[in-house]
């Protein structure tokens, strides 16, 4: 399921290799974030799954403790993750504050 494979790469990008690994060239980088923001772009056309957003924000969060990553995603984050579309869906988690 989705939710399964973004938890898998959540757990690998909050393990420090695998976020260095990732993030070490554009391509793995850029791989990374284009299944993430495809992933967002259904969730705003379909139905919301809490579960899912939430291991994508922290996927997101997480590859902002990189740097290069960091700088990166000030470019292709999502509108929907910046527009406050998912207030509702994020509100009470204390981690995508």
């Known amino acids: 399921s989705k939710t ?8 690998i990008l909050l393990d420090e ?26 969730m705003v056309e379909s139905q ?5 957003l939430k291991h994508i924000v922290r996927c997101y969060l997480r590859l902002t403790d990189n740097a290069r990553a960091k700088e990166a995603l000030r470019q292709c984050l999502p509108e929907a993750l910046r527009d406050r579309t998912f207030d509702n869906v994020l509100k009470d988690d204390v981690h995508t504050k």
């Open 17 to 42: 290799t695998g976020l260095n690994y990732i993030c070490t060239t554009a391509e793995r980088f850029y791989a990374v974030s284009t299944v993430l923001t495809t992933m967002v772009q259904h």
């Open 4 to 11: 399964v494979a973004t938890f898998i790469v959540q757990k």
């Open 48 to 52: 919301h799954s809490q579960r899912l």
